[in-house]
């Protein structure tokens, strides 16, 4: 190396700590509330996922966070414990709250303390010492335990906004006291990117430093994810969040948005570490999937890089630039964050994603071939009629092969008659029953089947499920085929079919091998739009599974 | 004044222009399609808000853009249609597709082009001198008619990083051309807040002004919000947006969200102007939760500023907090945005709330009366079997009448039966038909009733129809009340009740008054829970007008 010139040294990334707060914050979430086993199901996913730390709530606060603690799963994150300091006016040791906190026995305790003095005075109504006496001894108290320390400071950038040197010197207790992470909390979520950046890069300027400090904010303003990101280019080294953004209000920092930022976005990639893989990596649509299952929601379709629509390209112009080259319209490859792309079937696409769909379904049609003219003909006035094929893939497929021909007829309905009752019984009791009877040709034989809507507990599930169970109880041979369908989901919507309101169903079926499809039915008569979508969804089962159809690949006349 | 000092200046606000694309980029989300009669509802309510430019769509790619462009109601709101660019080897004058969207005649025209080099080359397959003749033309051609004209920058960002000056000279062209305003894309969603804000510092240091340039982003990594508020720091002053964030793949930027932290956040409240005064932000809940209702989508609780729980405070520390001082834990005041706070119903604060709204249906109960908790518990309890009185705010003044024993039997309800039948005719035509038969009691006497689903068309309109005209078919005496009802919405979601799937119904009614109400019925039979919300919607407009109610103002024994 000659001298005077400085030749750059390799760059050492720095490591970014990943914390999560799924269990303790985002059990804050209006109306969640995570059983023991789904707290642990949970742990163990973010543990495979390689988050840093797990905190798993409050212990001492709520029976299901003790009995979480208790019987948490060995994980290689770091296990936190949540609290608060220390009340005033007795020492660490002799805080009931605190003890039950230690007593969870985890190698890292974070504890909340106040950090804005007007809290400190109103809210807790104790001397600005006082307060920070609490911070350090409870800190301290950690230390001597021998476990892990963090602060979590309440309120800290309102608390920086109205008092600065008070503010800080909340922090001072704390770093003072050994605490390993001091975390910057805007608990009421209402500050902005730039304005908390120029907050975080004063409190490193007051020397604090960077790779002692975390970031823990809110989405109030939808502005939690840049927040963070904003914290983490001030400087700041770890960084809290939730699984899917669950949290109280308007929910936390979503990890599941930021943690592909930081793992494949500039400047992040390059210059910070993190403790989740590449492979890894590919697991964030599953987890982010496996928390809605727990919550039983629906997944939100438009989250950012794991929703179903993150990677749907509906416009036509995108659509066919998509089939050239990927990076025209998507800013990652869905693969890597294990998502995959959708182009949907909508009166805005065009023949090269059609004859891409047709594929996907095993449907292989050549470029021009006018069936193609004739099928987006057929859907366009069907989307005209109320229909919607974005989602009802399968019905899209059975509309496709009608018109391709290779949509053999397995059975026909001669007709159905549902009958809903509402009566009281001798015991003036209120009860009503569905009864729906069906009338199909197989191979030439005339069958009727009759089925009522009463479940397992007795209670009436309606005409919808009525004709479900009578159009699929005697198929005569395709019967087997259908026997591990089931319908897992039902939508129904009031829309417009040309000039008058129409009702359009759409459901979703599964079966025994896994798959899931949707179909689509549309009719002013509600129950005739719910048949008309069962009648698909068998239909598209048949298809899949007939023997004859499975041996040539192509659908036989049947 | 004294020389040597200078006092500053009054501050004048420069102007910032919303941009609303609900109808346009919004339509690209999977699954929406709105009709022309949604597409006006929504056009008024975002004029009533105050935006300045409403982009209905683009004429000609569509039939129902083209539509709604014909029938297009007046708005103080720019009306733009949209459109792209003409394409290589003819004139803009040409152009079929750029004539169709001419055609719209609106004052406002936005066309999209593209400033990517890999883009011009690889997807249109055009030179690059070509495509910026294309601009320049296009751009022309609006200015030409006498339109104002705005250039999108297709993969602007994207386009920049790969080939700056490229990217600059496509603005240029749109510039020199009399482009009002030129729109930033980020089309990928893939930039960062600081690397979009610096190109655009970048931008208006190449020549182009802030004050002519817009920023359009999208949510693929959850900064569509902060990167448009880094844009508007760099100089920015148009931002678009949709209602919801809706838009393709994760969404564009959510003006729900920008709106309220434009008008009430710093630095913006107090240097940037814009068309939305304080009093129509206000409007803003009301107007997000309408579109939710127009797509039959559950309003995202977790929403920023106008979801249900973005002032709920679920932590009872924060609870209480709050009864001291809203501002320890909310970031505004909900009311700014048409919001309220939500805190748990055992408290004070719950039932002060409910007596408000009591009142608002005319009911005055006294603070502590006992009936306030048995409502607020009989409404938990019916919540958590899946009801919901958000909207159905008739049903939830009939339960609480019924509480505080202010409910009339007007009549009793014996039984019903509902029949739908599906049958080929002598023709080999399918057709369909359902009947109900409703039994009451009114006055003592029994009254049997029957219906048919068949409108003037002959179209069976199902089930419901057939029971709601027999419902309403004979009431004795109250019969000559309800004849000028009429049922306007009908929206049917699967939620959950307990432990199982239940069919919520929402009914809207309407009479001859011009009053509209709501009702609400659960079931797992969707007749059913159709049957009960009709029923409340019958019992509240008889409450409304029987003689012998209003003449007391209060509810006498009928």
């Not at 002799?94 to 106040?114: I, Y």
């Not at 929601?297 to 036509?316: E, T």
Request: hydrophobic share 40%; with cysteine.
């Amino acid at each position: 190396m000659s001298k005077g010139t400085l030749s750059k040294a390799p760059l050492s990334k720095d490591r970014l700590y990943i914390y999560d707060t799924t269990l303790r914050d985002g059990q804050q979430t209006q109306g969640v509330q995570f059983s023991t086993p789904e707290k642990i199901r949970i742990a163990q996913a973010l543990d495979a996922l390689g988050v840093d730390y797990i905190e798993g709530g409050w212990p001492g606060a709520n029976p299901t966070d003790s009995a979480f603690f208790d019987e948490a799963p060995a994980t290689k994150a770091r296990l936190t414990a949540f609290g608060m300091t220390k009340r005033a006016g007795r020492s660490a040791e002799n805080d009931d709250v605190l003890a039950a906190v230690m007593n969870a026995g985890t190698g890292s305790v974070c504890l909340v303390g106040k950090t804005h003095d007007y809290h400190v005075e109103t809210a807790l109504g104790i001397t600005l010492a006082e307060n920070l006496e609490n911070i350090g001894a409870s800190i301290a108290h950690i230390g001597t335990q021998g476990r892990e320390a963090l602060f979590d400071a309440e309120h800290f950038f309102d608390g920086y906004k109205a008092n600065p040197a008070y503010a800080l010197d909340c922090l001072r207790a704390a770093q003072e006291a050994g605490a390993r992470w001091i975390v910057l909390c805007d608990t009421n979520g209402g500050t902005l990117p730039g304005e908390l950046a120029g907050i975080v890069s004063k409190v490193i300027a007051a020397g604090i430093p960077g790779d002692s400090l975390g970031i823990h904010t809110h989405n109030d303003t939808e502005n939690a994810v840049a927040c963070t990101l904003a914290a983490v280019d001030a400087g700041v080294r770890q960084v809290q969040g939730t699984l899917n953004g669950l949290g109280e209000r308007c929910g936390n920092a979503n990890l599941t948005s930021l943690i592909p930022t930081l793992l494949l976005k500039e400047p992040y990639a390059s210059t910070l570490e993190t403790g989740i893989t590449m492979e890894a990596l590919k697991r964030l649509t599953r987890v982010s999937r496996m928390l809605d299952d727990i919550l039983n929601r629906v997944p939100m379709k438009q989250a950012p890089y794991v929703g179903a629509s993150a990677f749907a390209h509906k416009a036509g112009l995108h659509a066919s630039a998509i089939l050239k080259d990927p990076a025209t319209y998507e800013h990652i490859l869905p693969d890597l964050v294990g998502n995959s792309r959708i182009i949907p079937m909508s009166n805005q696409a065009g023949q090269s994603n059609l004859r891409r769909r047709l594929s996907e379904a095993g449907l292989e049609v050549a470029p021009r071939d006018p069936a193609l003219g004739r099928i987006l003909d057929r859907i366009k006035a069907r989307e005209d009629e109320g229909y919607a094929y974005d989602t009802a893939q399968a019905s899209f497929e059975l509309l496709a092969r009608e018109e391709l021909g290779q949509l053999p007829e397995f059975f026909e309905v001669k007709r159905y008659k549902v009958t809903v009752e509402r009566r009281k019984n001798k015991y003036n009791q209120v009860v009503s029953l569905s009864e729906a009877v069906v009338v199909v040709k197989v191979d030439g034989e005339k069958k009727l089947s009759v089925s009522e809507s009463v479940d397992e507990q007795g209670s009436d599930r309606g005409p919808v499920n009525a004709l479900s169970k009578a159009l699929s109880k005697d198929l005569g041979r395709y019967q087997a085929i259908i026997d591990d369908m089931r319908l897992v989901d039902f939508k129904v919507r009031v829309t417009q079919g040309g000039t008058e309101a129409v009702t359009r169903v759409i459901i979703d079926s599964a079966d025994g091998e896994g798959r899931r499809w949707s179909t689509v039915g549309v009719s002013p008569n509600i129950v005739d739009a719910s048949f008309e979508a069962l009648l698909d969804a068998i239909r598209w089962k048949l298809i899949r599974d007939t023997p004859a159809l499975e041996a040539t690949g192509t659908v036989a006349e049947v």
